[in-house]
């Protein structure tokens, strides 16, 4: 038993001893994964290619202008308390302290909007969190582009109305949107309220529980109400449950329409070739036919450093993280630019989000030419551009493929919607708005 | 030797009947209540106040709550996360509606609507028992759940359903929202810990303890002896939802800030709080402190030794640490199925004899 005390004693006092190894000026980037719980299909991939972009970045180029990035994992388990104690215990890691956070989670974005901002720590949440932080006048530490929620959601009534034959033949449709009964999931609610209001369509909305494995009633209920589409706001094992079901009921794949977080391979695999046709959001390409995924087999793969299996680079979530890491260390290179030194702070890297210029040519030297659409994002806009394609299932080939131009938003919808979200926000934490000149 | 009352004499009624009555309780209690108060606020930084305490402190709370209701009167309950929301839920409103009242008396007063809506979910255990009325229970966190995420009025309209809590101050100084004072909010959830787990020990060795207990132990003879089953065990629902009350409506606004009921009040929140009264000792004020320190402290601290001490990968620390706690809980039920309070005791009673025990 002494022996034990003393072991413990000792590992205890040691403890700072370890962790505070002091060396040259590291660039923190924690992150927020899942690899375990209900959400990991999606959360495992999503974290592999976040991370491998930027290990990659480190063996080819020693990190970004010299800077080495020192990437911090925690675990959350998709679990909002367990992600807010993850904030709390890196938000000051390091010397630089947390650079910027990328939450990967509805839940865990609301939690830490207004944390970040106190903390000026600037919070990237891609295409989730809140819709409304797009107007950068009362977020300014919140960056969502490339495209809201609410964008994506008039995209996808565009999508329809063409496929019926133009916008006047929604009226009288029927469309039904499935979706995870959670902050997350209620995002485009109000958004396709107003457009069923705006092209006569009817819209009915039926919520899944956490975790979606149960959605027989569901279901039963579009085949009862035989909806002339389907759209889905799902995540995690919520999505091939779906979609399994909707092949059960014989639902045509080509009338379903997820969202860009229901479109991965893992989704829709369990399906088998029931789910061909199954069509979802996109703001990237598929596929691992690229520079940067060539530089990382053969900088991180080769060795032996890779997070994840080398097979199942260039998968719709791997895509997905990789472009969220290629956007995070643009901007902190831009904040290196704007403020002239290696040792960027939170702060400086937010100015580096808020001028942040992506362009085809810019792409095209990190070698992901055609990858995904060029960005600009400004003091008012943290959307930016919210452009949004569709991608489709081919399950004899076993791959996705983008089958639509990249639609505008009807901002004329969103727009409106967004002021007064955010103006309640404002009113609600006392916040004032900030001038953008 | 340490542990010895001989020589300490009491005089009179009301020393014989203190709630400590012997000595080294006491100093331990007061010296417990300096740390707290006076060393443990400027020795630790943010995070622990923040990340660690606070979530100690706010489920030591409902864990009291519940170990009232089902510790002490008997009646097993399902419905703490639901409870918890009604709380968190309430607070909001009277928040936004009523900020000039100021945070400690909308906490008080949620924790009042808590108890009355307790009380109603409470009838039905005058007629079902044991596990129809744990079932009973879970209705009420179905049905209460789904209401604050169906309802807009709870929310506010807000497009997502989530609510956030707005600033609110004590004394000019910030507790809710973000820009909130560490030390303060520390200060306030201590402060409402200590005061209402105080009232939870004399309430439960006075007269409406007492009676409780009687239910719990035999209701038919409880009922023989001149208990009445229905203010004893509708006492016992509103005074347990008003403790869970008042745990939710500080959960919500002092620790995270924003909630959304079907993940911050899901039916694991119900479980989690169930298992931190059972493991902790059913019908022990300290056993819903150990309870809370082993399902909130334990788990975070596994995490930290685990990933900065040995670098552990976050997923497998992840994986470790549910397995360890797993193993813990079933490890000690083993040893002791009445709980870590119990042990204590065993401890106590080990302590008062040593070193010659016989």
């Known amino acids: 038993m002494r022996k034990l005390t003393r072991t413990i004693v000792a590992a205890l006092l040691t403890l700072p001893l370890i962790s505070g190894v002091a060396s040259a000026y590291e660039l923190v980037m924690p992150t927020l994964d899942y690899r375990t719980g209900p959400y990991a299909p999606n959360g495992i991939p999503f974290a592999n290619g976040y991370g491998d972009y930027l290990n990659m970045l480190n063996e080819r180029d020693g990190g970004i202008n010299g800077a080495r990035i020192s990437l911090v994992p925690c675990e959350t388990g998709y679990n909002t308390k367990k992600g807010v104690e993850c904030y709390e215990n890196l938000k000051a890691e390091g010397q630089s302290g947390a650079l910027v956070f990328q939450p990967l989670s509805t839940g865990i974005t609301y939690q830490l909007i207004p944390k970040a901002s106190v903390d000026e720590i600037p919070i990237f949440s891609m295409g989730y969190g809140r819709t409304s932080a797009a107007n950068g006048k009362v977020f300014p530490w919140v960056f969502n582009f490339p495209a809201t929620y609410w964008s994506q959601a008039t995209v996808f009534v565009q999508y329809i109305g063409q496929e019926e034959g133009g916008m006047d033949k929604l009226k009288g449709k029927k469309i039904a949107l499935v979706y995870h009964n959670s902050a997350y999931g209620k995002e485009p609610i109000r958004t396709l309220e107003k457009a069923a209001e705006k092209f006569g369509f009817e819209f009915m909305a039926l919520p899944v529980d956490h975790p979606g494995q149960e959605q027989k009633a569901t279901w039963l209920q579009i085949r009862r109400e035989k909806p002339d589409w389907v759209m889905m706001w799902g995540w995690g094992v919520m999505n091939q449950v779906a979609i399994k079901e909707a092949a059960s009921i014989r639902y045509p794949m080509d009338r379903f329409i997820g969202v860009w977080w229901s479109g991965s391979e893992n989704d829709v695999l369990p399906a088998g070739d029931a789910a061909d046709g199954y069509l979802s959001g996109a703001f990237h390409q598929p596929g691992d036919d690229f520079g940067a995924h060539r530089d990382i087999k053969k900088h991180l793969y080769d060795k032996g450093l890779g997070l994840g299996e080398r097979d199942r680079i260039g998968e719709v979530l791997y895509n997905r993280g990789l472009v969220a890491a290629m956007w995070t260390s643009e901007a902190i290179r831009k904040a290196m630019e704007i403020h002239g030194t290696n040792e960027v702070r939170g702060k400086h890297v937010r100015d580096g989000f808020e001028a942040l210029e992506v362009n085809e040519a810019r792409l095209k030297e990190l070698g992901l030419e055609g990858f995904t659409i060029p960005i600009k994002i400004t003091c008012e806009n943290h959307e930016g551009p919210g452009q949004v394609a569709l991608q489709q299932w081919d399950a004899k080939a076993g791959k996705w493929n983008l089958v639509s131009d990249f639609y505008e938003p009807l901002r004329d919808i969103t727009g409106p919607l967004i002021a007064e979200d955010s103006a309640q926000y404002a009113a609600e934490n006392s916040v004032t708005e900030r001038s953008c000149n | ?358």
């Open chain 2, 1 to 358: 030797m340490i542990y010895r009352e001989t020589g300490q004499f009491k005089a009179n009624y009301q020393d014989d009947q203190a709630l400590f009555p012997i000595d080294q309780d006491r100093y331990v209690i007061f010296g417990i209540l300096f740390i707290t108060f006076a060393v443990v606020p400027y020795l630790l930084n943010q995070y622990w106040l923040n990340a660690i305490l606070l979530p100690f402190l706010i489920y030591s709370l409902a864990a009291l709550g519940l170990n009232i209701l089902t510790g002490y009167c008997g009646q097993l309950s399902l419905g703490t996360g639901a409870f918890m929301a009604v709380g968190a839920f309430s607070v909001y409103k009277l928040m936004v509606a009523f900020p000039e009242l100021g945070f400690i008396p909308l906490v008080l007063l949620s924790g009042l609507i808590t108890a009355a809506v307790g009380t109603l979910f409470g009838l039905p255990s005058l007629r079902i028992k044991g596990f129809y009325l744990a079932v009973a229970t879970l209705a009420a966190q179905f049905f209460l759940i789904w209401l604050f995420n169906k309802v807009g009025w709870f929310f506010n309209y807000s497009a997502s359903g989530m609510i956030n809590a707005p600033p609110m101050t004590i004394f000019g100084v910030i507790v809710t929202g973000p820009e909130a004072n560490d030390v303060a909010k520390y200060y306030l959830v201590a402060t409402f810990v200590a005061v209402f787990a105080l009232a939870a020990k004399n309430i439960a060795r006075g007269r409406i303890g007492r009676n409780w207990m009687a239910i719990r132990d035999m209701d038919i003879a409880a009922e023989l002896i001149g208990v009445r089953p229905l203010i004893a065990k509708l006492t016992a629902f509103a005074v347990s939802s008003f403790y869970v009350g008042m745990a939710g409506a500080l959960y919500f606004a002092v620790w995270l800030g924003s909630a959304e009921p079907t993940e911050a009040f899901d039916i694991n929140q119900s479980f989690l709080v169930l298992f931190m009264i059972i493991i902790g000792g059913l019908g022990s004020v300290l056993g819903s402190f150990l309870g809370a320190a082993f399902l909130v402290i334990l788990p975070i601290m596994l995490k930290n030794i685990l990933v900065d001490g040995f670098g552990t990968d976050s997923a497998l620390s992840a994986h470790i640490e549910i397995i360890t706690v797993g193993v813990l809980i079933i490890g000690f039920l083993i040893v002791e199925p009445h709980g870590l309070a119990r042990l204590w005791r065993i401890a106590k009673e080990k302590l008062r004899l040593w070193p010659f025990p016989y």
